[in-house]
């Protein structure tokens, strides 16, 4: 079983729709979640990171449920420059000075 | 502020030669981190350093790759002999000194063709 696990889509939405997608993890010691999206032929960036109460950054959402160990991503109001492959990262331990399980991606389409 | 800077951008090579990827991390991130991806196979975790010293090479594929960092502001991937397998596109990644709760920040990447 993968360490962070995404449905690799791709999900496509219609311009200023709304489309949200989790990832599930497997360790519980977990203790960093982040959402990188990561555009075509480029270098993964940081969207956000996800906090336990779950937070906002513009018309994205993330949301973190510990016990069920799944992380989600709302976008709303999808624009064109939406589109790209979104990963869910986490961290791998307590110990683990730091170091990232990468999903292998959800691709999110956005149509006009 | 300047990111992660990695060199060459592209490669192109034939197998059997020796391949040298170089990467500059942020300034001051004490922790540096090497990656793979592929279409195939994702992102994957070759090695990572916590300042200067290898933390972790199991990712590293096999005794043909090499990593360095002999400073807190270089680090070098190397693969000799190179083969086709090795084509993807390698990434360096550096993260804030002493901050296990902070993202990584990635380099532009190298996009690694073996002939």
């Known amino acids: 079983r993968k360490e962070v696990e995404q449905d690799p889509g791709p999900f496509n939405v219609p311009e200023g729709a709304t489309v949200a997608f989790n990832c599930t993890y497997s360790?519980?010691?977990?203790?960093?979640f982040f959402w990188y999206r990561q555009d075509c032929r480029k270098e993964p960036k940081l969207l956000m990171s996800v906090y336990s109460s779950g937070n906002e950054d513009g018309r994205f959402t993330a949301q973190l449920n510990r016990a069920s160990q799944y992380i989600s991503l709302l976008i709303r109001d999808s624009k064109l420059s939406d589109s790209a492959t979104y990963l869910c990262?986490?961290?791998?331990?307590?110990?683990?000075?730091?170091?990232?399980?990468f999903g292998a991606g959800t691709q999110v389409v956005v149509t006009p | 502020d300047a990111g992660v800077i990695q060199s060459p951008r592209h490669e192109v090579t034939e197998m059997g030669q020796e391949v040298t990827l170089r990467c500059k991390p942020i300034s001051g991130h004490n922790s540096l981190f090497w990656y793979r991806q592929t279409m195939m196979r994702g992102l994957e975790l070759l090695i990572y350093?916590?300042?200067?010293?290898?933390?972790?090479d199991s990712g590293m594929p096999e005794d043909r790759f090499s990593a360095k960092m002999p400073n807190a502001s270089f680090s070098t991937l190397k693969i000799q002999p190179s083969e086709p397998r090795d084509s993807a596109v390698y990434f360096c990644a550096s993260r804030p000194k002493d901050r296990l709760d902070q993202p990584q920040h990635f380099g532009d990447g190298t996009r690694l063709s073996i002939l």
């Open positions: 360790n519980s010691a977990s203790q960093s």
């Open positions: 350093f916590n300042n200067n010293v290898p933390i972790d």
């Open positions: 990262v986490v961290s791998a331990g307590v110990d683990s000075w730091g170091k990232l399980q």
